[in-house]
């Protein structure tokens, strides 16, 4: 499962190359957030963009550098705003402890982001987060390769170098 702090920083994309903000589009969001939503359509306030614009500055800066120290007070705020209560639960006859919120389904999404990204950080995986080697994309992406050597984000944009690179030679 992608880590959705990346996928909220490769979003800048957007308004690099199209000049356009994608987070206020609620299909891309719905879409591409999807995994933080769990079936439920999350509406896009002016209040959530705002954070969640703010959460990815924060997202880039902490990538970029591999340093989160500067941020953990603006992400505490962000996230200050979810409640929980531990609640146990009997679900198909086991018992469960889980963490049960009336918060508002957007303010989850801002702490799901904000959990993967602390997660990075927690798991040295910071370590791995690369960035795209074509110029066009810059896409972060994690290297799970061996020896850590991957330069593009995915076979297309490796396929796209290559065959530039095969045609600026014939
Ligand atoms: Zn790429």
Redesign the pocket.
């Known amino acids: 499962m992608d880590n959705l702090s990346i996928i909220l920083s490769n979003s800048i994309w957007f308004n690099n190359h199209k000049g356009s903000e994608v987070l206020k589009d609620p299909i891309w969001i719905n879409s591409n957030l999807s995994h933080a939503l769990e079936h439920t359509f999350v509406e896009i306030t002016n209040h959530f963009l705002e954070d969640l614009i703010t959460l990815r500055s924060i997202a880039i800066h902490a990538l970029t550098n591999g340093r989160l120290n500067d941020h953990i007070l603006k992400l505490n705020e962000l996230i200050s705003q979810v409640e929980y209560t531990p609640e146990i639960c009997v679900i198909n006859e086991h018992i469960q402890l889980v963490n049960t919120t009336e918060s508002s389904p957007e303010s989850q999404v801002l702490v799901k982001i904000v959990t993967d990204l602390v997660h990075l950080f927690e798991t040295n995986e910071i370590k791995n987060v690369s960035t ?1 080697a ?1 110029d066009d ?1 810059q ?1 972060f992406f994690i290297d799970h390769s061996k020896n850590k050597s991957k330069k ?3 076979t297309r ?1 490796g396929n796209l170098i290559k065959v530039r690179r095969y045609r600026e030679r014939h």
């Open positions: 795209c074509n994309c896409f593009y984000c995915s944009c």
